[in-house]
C-alpha cells in the first residue's frame, strides 16, 4: 500500500512538472499566430474627440519590434471592439477602461499606458487582450511596463 502510494504521488509529480514546460501559453494560439502571420489585429477604441493618445504608437511599435507583426487597427466603440475580442476577431484591444467596467471579468486588462480621471472614475488607457492567452498577454505587459520605464 505504501509503495502504491510514493509511485502515485511520483506520478503526480512528475505529471505537475511537465505541465510546468508549457506555461505560460495561449490556450488559442494568439503570440504563435501573430509572429506566423506577421499581422497583429488591433482593435482601437475612438475617443471622444476621435484622436488616439500618444502614448498608443510607441506601444504598438515596441509589438512590431518583438514579434515581428504589423498592426491592422480596427477603429471603432468600445463594447464592438471588445466582443471581437472576446470571438478572436481581434487579437488586442487598446482603450480607455474603467476599474469597475463589467468587462473586467471577461478579458485580461493589462496596465494602463496612461490614466485620466473622469468625474470620481479612474480609466486607464489600457491594452486588453483575451483571458487564458497567457503568453500573449506575459508579452503585452512587459512591453507596457518597460515603455513606462522608458519615460
Known amino acids: 500500500m505504501r509503495r502504491g502510494r510514493t509511485w502515485l504521488v511520483l506520478g503526480a509529480l512528475a505529471a505537475v512538472a511537465a505541465c510546468g514546460l508549457e506555461v505560460p501559453r495561449d490556450v488559442d494560439g494568439t503570440l504563435a499566430r501573430v509572429r506566423e502571420t ?30 515581428g507583426a504589423a498592426p491592422r487597427i480596427v477603429r471603432g466603440s468600445a463594447e464592438p471592439l471588445l466582443a471581437a475580442l472576446e470571438d478572436g476577431q481581434l487579437d488586442l484591444v487598446i482603450g480607455e477602461i474603467a476599474q469597475d467596467s463589467p468587462w473586467i471579468a471577461d478579458v485580461a486588462v493589462i496596465e494602463p499606458l496612461a490614466e485620466r480621471t473622469v468625474g470620481r472614475r479612474r480609466l486607464g488607457l489600457s491594452p486588453i487582450a483575451r483571458n487564458g492567452e497567457n503568453e500573449w498577454v506575459m508579452l503585452l505587459e512587459h512591453e507596457t511596463r518597460e515603455l513606462g520605464a522608458g519615460r
Open 38 to 67: 506577421h499581422l497583429i489585429r488591433v482593435g482601437l477604441v475612438v475617443g471622444p474627440a476621435g484622436a488616439a493618445d500618444p502614448a498608443i504608437a510607441p506601444f504598438l511599435a515596441r509589438l512590431r519590434a518583438r514579434t
